[in-house]
């Protein structure tokens, strides 16, 4: 049931007055409408859609912080149709008997007066809270959302929503859904900027799309990058593409950045954590890492739900990796290990065990081969100089006769010696 319209602010009554104007059921949440799509159709317009660009940041802005509160953070387009509808799953499944469900429309002239709904069509910020809502299977929830406009045009493009309990009720819900708003319309705007430099700088072939849609269009952008760690020059970031150059990384954010690319399918707060620091870090000090994070780096580098990289990123590590793989390219393999950096300065637990498996699985190589070059390398390097095994596999490859042969039977009796083996 709905309050008396005595009892209401202005800009929820007047929703209400349209709401009956067009027909809408208070008695049903949300109803069939005619502009509900396949779900083919709705996957592929939601991955062209200009808001769709900018999920990553929203995420990072609002979901990691909120992720198991109970509210949801959802994203709509210019009609009110919800593009994405994200939180914990105990919140996702009790907005869906609500059918507040990706692809359904939220609408005011759909669903009657809602925050997603009526900001779309007063075009600014609104919270709707309980017994607010026309819809009376509605009126439990409390919701809170704003515009998004397209930076060039000045169009209406979505919006963004907050949907949850008694903690969506109190007015700092709205003031960060505006903030996180203002965020997304800056970052649409230099995406902008940076397809208008493309295209002006002849880099880009064939037509440009017209419209709204061309802020979203994420194929002219680099999505590869190069990531150094090692040798003494400290850590570096490049980006294709990005003007600045080189960017240096802090230590912690070089851990990360190794430990998501060691991980392509994803880390959880809780693993990342625990792979940061001996003792784990709080969940609140690795999610204000990521935001720093993917401030200096660009929004949609690092992903949510679990952490993971969104761009293809190059790195001396994986060269090494490569070159293991190969078998070929082992006394090369040699030197990059012993450069050092990130791999010798970090004590974080998962850089460690990174390292400990480079180390291993490079040894076994150069043992397994036998590679005279490779293994004297390896034992007159910082990992293998007392590798037992290498010494004794050189001995055992190098022919009667040779100089080294002794040197390496001297170093056996030393090693055999220092460790009483």
Not at 1 to 14: E, G, I, Y
Not at 34 to 60: D, K
Not at 273 to 294: F, H, K, Y
Request: hydrophobic share 45%; aromatic share 4%.
């Amino acid at each position: 049931m709905t309050p008396s319209s005595d009892a209401v602010r202005t800009v929820v009554r007047d929703s209400w007055a349209r709401s009956m104007h067009n027909g809408v059921d208070p008695g049903i949440a949300s109803p069939d409408d005619p502009r509900v799509m396949s779900h083919p159709e709705f996957i592929e317009y939601r991955a062209a859609h200009p808001i769709t660009a900018v999920l990553p940041l929203v995420q990072s802005l609002m979901l990691d912080d909120i992720a198991d509160s109970g509210v949801l953070v959802a994203l709509t387009d210019e009609v009110g149709r919800l593009l994405w509808v994200e939180g914990s799953s105990e919140a996702r499944d009790k907005a869906g008997r609500i059918n507040f469900v990706e692809g359904s429309v939220w609408s005011e002239d759909v669903v009657g007066t809602n925050a997603p709904g009526l900001a779309l069509a007063v075009d600014r910020g609104v919270r709707v809270i309980g017994p607010e809502h026309f819809s009376g299977p509605v009126q439990k929830w409390s919701c809170a959302a704003a515009p998004v406009h397209d930076p060039i045009t000045g169009h209406v493009i979505g919006a963004i929503d907050v949907t949850g309990g008694r903690e969506v009720e109190a007015p700092f819900a709205l003031a960060a859904v505006r903030s996180v708003v203002a965020a997304v319309e800056r970052e649409l705007k230099s995406r902008a900027i940076d397809l208008a430099a493309i295209r002006d700088g002849a880099r880009v072939t064939g037509p440009v799309p017209a419209g709204p849609h061309v802020v979203a269009t994420t194929a002219a952008m680099p999505r590869r990058a190069r990531l150094e760690v090692l040798g003494d020059c400290g850590y570096r970031w490049h980006r294709a593409g990005d003007a600045a150059g080189a960017r240096n990384l802090s230590k912690r954010h070089a851990e990360i950045l190794v430990l998501l690319q060691s991980f392509p399918d994803g880390l959880g707060t809780e693993q990342l954590a625990l792979m940061l620091a001996e003792d784990g870090l709080d969940p609140v000090t690795v999610r204000a890492e990521i935001s720093r994070l993917r401030k200096d780096l660009g929004s949609t580098v690092v992903g949510s739900r679990p952490y993971r990289l969104t761009i293809t990123v190059e790195s001396d590590l994986g060269q090494i990796r490569g070159m293991i793989a190969s078998g070929h390219d082992l006394v090369p393999a040699i030197e990059q290990l012993g450069r050092g950096g990130l791999l010798a300065e970090s004590s974080a637990p998962g850089i460690v065990d990174i390292l400990e498996e480079l180390r291993e699985d490079l040894r076994s190589r150069i043992i397994d081969s036998g590679d005279v070059a490779a293994l004297r390398k390896w034992t007159t390097s910082v990992h293998g100089r007392d590798d037992l095994a290498a010494w004794r596999r050189l001995e055992h490859r190098l022919p009667a006769g040779h100089p080294d042969r002794a040197i390496a039977a001297g170093r056996i009796r030393l090693l055999d010696k220092r460790f009483g083996i």
